[in-house]
């Protein structure tokens, strides 16, 4: 059983910064596959980023090279550092978990993963 908590959303002008924290329970966190997704109004939930237990990375193309996924776990925590925000990264985001098991290591759909968080809106200002 994992629960996820995610913080860090808010309101921003185009070109700012925000990160994004999720808090999980458990004491096996550092073996799961972690992710986040984001889903605007009206649109499908959409891949954003995902890490492996092995620390691998794997980024959407409309992220690439403005946002960053990491993880703590000491912490218990995975981040997600956005930079160059656009007014089209406004969405609610949500951070999901995977279980070890036989797989692709860094999931990007979210059948794939078992546990997600409430969201957090992220809102980007023209």
């Known amino acids: 059983q994992v629960q996820l908590v995610e913080s860090g959303g808010g309101l921003v002008q185009a070109g700012g910064s925000l990160r994004l924290s999720c808090a999980a329970s458990g004491r096996t966190f550092r073996s799961y596959a972690m992710g986040w997704f984001r889903q605007a109004p009206g649109k499908e939930r959409e891949f954003v980023a995902s890490?492996?237990?092995?620390?691998?990375?794997y980024y959407a193309d409309s992220v690439k090279g403005r946002f960053t996924i990491s993880r703590d776990n000491a912490k218990n925590t995975l981040y997600l550092q956005m930079n160059s925000l656009k007014p089209e990264d406004t969405a609610v985001y949500y951070c999901a978990a995977r279980s070890s098991r036989m797989g692709v290591i860094t999931p990007t759909i979210p059948g794939e993963y078992d546990y997600w968080g409430q969201g957090t809106q992220v809102t980007v200002s023209s």
């Open positions: 890490i492996s237990w092995s620390f691998s990375t």
